[in-house]
């Protein structure tokens, strides 16, 4: 699994958007729908990986992940929702 360095949009204190040279991937599906994770300087195995991320309105509650990994043949993005975990 990747490391989320952080996700644009919908919480208090993060950018309002995204940051003039960064790459990002969309996340799609899932308690993270349509916010943007930071992947600058990912690398292709990283990325592959996904990522898990916390999630505080997901099945597991505060503190619990959401996971989130591209589709086998879109390594580039979107991210999409595989499911919760605690």
Do not use: K, N
Not at 27 to 44: C, E, S
Request: a negative charge; glycine letters at 24%.
């Amino acid at each position: 699994m990747g490391r989320g360095r952080g996700c644009t949009g919908g919480s208090p204190g993060e950018p309002a958007g995204p940051t003039v040279g960064h790459e990002y991937v969309e996340l799609v599906g899932g308690p993270l729908d349509g916010q943007l994770l930071d992947v600058t300087g990912w690398t292709a195995v990283d990325r592959a990986g996904g990522v898990l991320l916390i999630a505080d309105l997901g099945l597991y509650g505060p503190g619990g992940r959401a996971d989130y990994a591209p589709d086998d043949d879109a390594a580039g993005g979107p991210f999409r929702w595989r499911g919760d975990t605690a």
